[in-house]
């Protein structure tokens, strides 16, 4: 598919990186010439210097074969209005980068026809809706779900007291409807089989029905410790402002330190009970005082990399049991995991990720999720006529490059499959997969 990306930024490189994987034709407009000069030897795509609504630029570009626009900018103006300009051009559909979460509240549907955007992303929302998946789930390091919440898939860490280590997974026994999918090792993801064996500092995925899923975290992962819910932000920009208030509209009670006298006010004012402390994240005897070591969890939220991540190595010297750290460059993530900390996430990625959902939304995929900074993907795709593996059982199916069927939806059914369970139209299939067999998988079932 040609696609049409404006915004050279954090969001647009890391998207054009993800799509061009997936081997699309990709052109991406960005004002500063200096950017994209440093982009030409990292990135296999079309660069183009210019106005990503100047009509007449798309127009030498070529806009009659373009399936999607999406517009990263800095600016939430620029991004529609180039949507706009796009829609006129006859793209079929538009996607626009919004901070501004009052601009899409407000709107319905037949102003955002008229608008030309035919999506709306905020990324510190789609940060933060995340992070709660994974707060709410003390033990986890990531959560997703899938059908409704019936099947979920779940991130481990193991430590060396874990009782399975060294022992083959053929030889291993797991709860009812539970496969394990996926091994995370010293940065490389396995798809693991029978002879794979779990080792300490090993990150694991388990996907299933999710009672089998909640058995395999209470008996194995639940450090049985109460939880209070109780969290604690460092920074309260855009993301930490969202995050505190959907916390606090799950239960939490939270704190929030923030050097900034303005962001603590506008988070006041967004807030009911959440406690808001103007000062610095990194003064220990303001955390003594603050007594953040009762709080459950410490999300450090910054802008820079190196202050969060010793924000958190505090709370976990003052003992706290679970630390969420936001860095702005993806490399840093397994350095950080690498000195202790459970959750290492870029808003970046989770942004890319959310985008490249919608694009491949049009293949017959229902969802899509990303995990580690993208080293897998776990992707449930809707089963029509035309797919060569309906009417077939598993194991007479082959599928190209690395990928494991976990669980098979069909009506308000969620079935982890066998060899000889047989794949039917309309049936929803969830898998587990490396980035690189994505393409290669998209095209074969669908």
């Not at 990186?17 to 407009?29: A, F, M, T, W």
Request: hydrophobic share 45%.
């Amino acid at each position: 598919m040609k696609i049409i990306v404006v915004g050279a930024g954090k969001v647009g490189y890391s998207l054009c990186e993800r799509l061009v994987q997936d081997d699309h034709d990709v052109y991406l407009i960005d004002r500063s010439q200096e950017r994209i000069h440093n982009l030409e030897n990292m990135l296999d795509v079309s660069l183009v210097c210019g106005n990503g609504s100047d009509i007449q630029l798309l127009n030498e570009i070529g806009m009659s074969d373009v399936g999607i626009f999406i517009a990263v900018t800095d600016s939430d103006e620029v991004n529609m209005l180039s949507c706009a300009v796009a829609k006129i051009a006859g793209v079929p559909s538009t996607v626009a980068r919004v901070r501004d979460t009052n601009i899409a509240e407000n709107m319905d549907d037949t102003m955002k026809a008229r608008l030309g955007v035919d999506l709306f992303i905020n990324p510190e929302m789609v940060t933060a809706q995340e992070l709660l998946h994974i707060i709410e789930t003390p033990s986890a390091l990531d959560v997703e779900e899938f059908g409704q919440g019936s099947v979920r898939l779940i991130e481990f860490k193991i430590n060396s007291t874990f009782p399975l280590i060294n022992k083959p997974l053929k030889e291993l026994t797991f709860p009812e409807g539970v496969l394990l999918v996926g091994i995370l090792r010293l940065g490389e993801m396995i798809i693991p089989h029978g002879e794979s064996i779990l080792l300490p500092n090993d990150s694991v995925f388990f996907l299933g029905l999710k009672d089998g899923v909640d058995t395999v975290e209470q008996q194995w992962f639940s450090n049985h410790a109460a939880f209070h819910k109780r969290a604690i932000i460092i920074g309260a920009g855009l993301l930490g402002r969202n995050l505190a208030v959907l916390l606090e509209k799950s239960g939490f009670t939270v704190k929030v330190i923030e050097k900034d006298i303005e962001r603590c006010e506008a988070l006041a004012a967004q807030v009911d009970k959440a406690i808001i402390i103007n000062g610095d994240g990194t003064d220990f005897d303001l955390l003594e005082a603050e007594e953040v070591a009762d709080n459950d969890v410490i999300i450090a939220l910054t802008d820079d990399d190196k202050l969060n991540l010793l924000v958190a190595l505090v709370g976990k010297h003052m003992g706290i049991p679970k630390t969420v750290v936001r860095v702005g460059r993806p490399e840093y993530i397994m350095l950080m995991e690498q000195v202790g900390i459970d959750i290492v996430f870029s808003p970046r990625l989770m942004t890319a990720g959310q985008i490249l959902r919608i694009v491949r939304s049009g293949e017959g995929v229902v969802s899509i999720s990303t995990f580690e900074g993208g080293k897998a993907e776990s992707i449930e795709i809707l089963i029509t006529d035309q797919s060569p593996v309906a009417g077939k059982q598993l194991k007479d199916i082959r599928l190209p490059g690395k990928a494991l069927v976990g669980v098979i939806l069909r009506g308000d059914e969620a079935i982890v499959p066998r060899g000889n369970t047989e794949i039917l139209v309309g049936d929803h299939i969830v898998l587990f997969t490396l980035p690189e067999s994505v393409t290669k998988l998209l095209n074969y079932l669908t």
